[in-house]
């Protein structure tokens, strides 16, 4: 049995997957997550992200710098992670109400 999905609904979930990969430790594992939170077979996710990326396709040296800049940006957030939590826990070791 087949079950069509509308475009706006396949550029969310890729959109989605795109969102959520910091969040898993592989591209496979939050394919396998978004699909299954979606309620679609993980293949049908890949082959719209594949589509989405052909639609979108950078030239080589635009892939590269995009692939620098994600890279920049999830390390960007976990040193922004690393300083909230360094400033949670000095500013409740010099204000002792805030314990």
């Not at 990969?21 to 293949?43: C, F, H, I, K, P």
């Amino acid at each position: 049995m087949s079950t069509r999905y509308t475009k706006e609904f396949k550029e969310r979930a890729v959109r989605l997957l795109a969102d959520s990969r910091e969040n898993y430790s592989s591209e496979t594992q939050a394919l396998v997550g978004v699909a299954r939170d979606l309620g679609v077979s993980t293949e049908s996710l890949r082959r719209w992200r594949t589509q989405a990326d052909d639609q979108g396709a950078a030239g080589p040296q635009e892939s590269v710098e995009l692939k620098r800049l994600r890279k920049e940006v999830v390390e960007l957030r976990r040193a922004n992670e690393i300083l909230s939590s360094a400033s949670a826990f000095f500013a409740s070791r010099l204000d002792p109400t805030r314990r």
